[in-house]
């Protein structure tokens, strides 16, 4: 459920830094979307470590790290 909340407050926090014109506005939204961004990655890691303790895996930080990678390349676009 956190995730699906975090991944709507990116894409809005997206939306509102592409239609606002305001410089001040924009610099808190990007706070906030880098806030938000960061909340994401650490909930997604932490979700990636318990499937891999829960079933044992020993490839669950190089999953971890590749969702991250992933999630990393998408961050700089509106």
């Known amino acids: 459920m956190d995730r699906f909340v975090n991944r709507q407050?990116?894409?809005?926090y997206r939306r509102l830094a592409i239609e606002t014109t305001n410089a001040t506005e924009r610099l808190q939204i990007m706070n906030l979307?880098?806030?938000e961004e960061a909340k994401f990655k650490l909930e997604l890691r932490t979700a990636m470590l318990r499937r891999g303790a829960a079933t044992g895996s020993s490839m669950t930080e190089?999953?971890?790290n590749e969702a991250l990678t992933r999630n990393e390349g998408?961050?700089?676009r509106f």
């Open 74 to 76: 998408s961050s700089g």
């Open 9 to 12: 407050n990116i894409e809005r």
């Open 62 to 64: 190089k999953w971890s």
């Open 33 to 35: 979307l880098a806030e």
